[in-house]
């Protein structure tokens, strides 16, 4: 298993929108030299799982904070700089142990991230935190408030050392799969709008994975070639929208999956009744489906996650003869073939940037930019919704976010201005 390799000046920002090329890599070097271990954030992961399973040390810091509201910046103890906003259910009491989860924004909105799960935290009793320093930029910023935050949780609350969870937001995501990477004891991580540090995907991690991104994200390929790699407990969400946080519908939905989750491994006991009420939604959206690769999608997922728990044997039968059948492979080749396609599309514009700086070819790429991006410009401003205007925003905002930091060139940068698409 790797992680982020120790950053040279380009690589130790996490800015999700300078990690296009990861993922559209253009040579096999790029991706090994992202392999390596950054060890000080290695020695931070290890680091949450000894400072939170020491909690309750001095449980009676939590009276002084307010129950089911939000608070905007509860300050670390030993270190005044670094602050978090916290979310504790109206229920909390020292008396047994919580989980919890912690929370990073690309843009160290810890407020942002801790009101998307707010609902859901009351729900199901989770003490979220979102750091307020942690940022996108050097791997040393994150490093300080992982640890921060991390030990100022396992002092002031009594933590469930086997319920810990991350969550993030783009490059905040990228922080939460690393921390988790390279610890045994996080329980899962919800990734929005972004997935490993290296953005590779894995067959297999050790921890539960909820990902979820917007259908006109420019990290949507990415989190789907993640969802399809894993072997391991996973789940993806795909709403309507772009790069941002999820829906609070997905959120209820990412937290009450990491319920079942903790259920299936016995982090927590079983609730008959929530099984039966997650389980025949899931069924309802089966019955809802109306396309062959969405339906045998939903059905092994029912199949994954509700086995040992339901009689799912229904679910399984269904999901293997439909799969068999030769419109869905074709269905699920054809969905496959578009998302190599986007990467491929992408991965040549960064090679015609590149050429932008070569006097010789500088006129013909420039040109050859422009034809192309006018082109998906064109489609991303379709006045009705469709795949390709979906692809075309898709595009657009991969090539747009990060230009300033991988181009020079005045009247390119001209032309993305005209180009970058809405927030």
Known sequence: MTLLGRPTAAEGCHDQHLERSTFASRTAEEIADRGRYDFPMRRV????????????????????????????????????SQTYALYLPSTYSPDRAWPVLMAFHPSARGRAMVEKYQAAAERYGYLVAGSNNSRNGPWSVSVAAVRA?????????TIDAQRLYLTGMSGGARVAMQVALGSDTIAGVIASSAGFPDSQPRESVAFAVYATAGNEDFNYVEMRSL???????????????????PTDAVALDAIEWMELQAMKAQRRPRDDAFLDRLLARRRQEIDASVSAADSVRLLQAVVADFTGLRDVSVEAATASALSRQEETKKALAKERSSDEAEVRALSEVFDLEGQLQ???????????????????????????????????????????????ARVADAEYRRLLEQLRPSP
């Open 358 to 404: 070569d006097f010789d070819r500088r006129v013909g790429a420039l040109g050859r930019l422009r034809q192309r991006l006018s082109q998906w410009g064109k489609q991303a401003a379709g006045p009705t919704e469709s795949p390709e205007r979906h692809r075309a925003r898709r595009l657009l905002g991969a090539v747009t976010a990060g230009a300033g």
């Open 227 to 245: 969802n399809r790699t894993l072997r391991s407990p996973h789940r993806l969400a795909i709403f309507t929208g772009g790069h941002s946080l």
């Open 149 to 157: 935050m991390s030990l100022d949780l396992g002092k002031r609350f």
């Open 45 to 80: 992961c290890i680091l949450v799982a000894m400072l939170l399973a020491g909690s309750g040390a001095s449980p009676a810091r939590a009276q002084e904070l307010p129950r089911g509201q939000l608070i905007e910046a509860v300050g670390c103890l030993g270190d005044a």
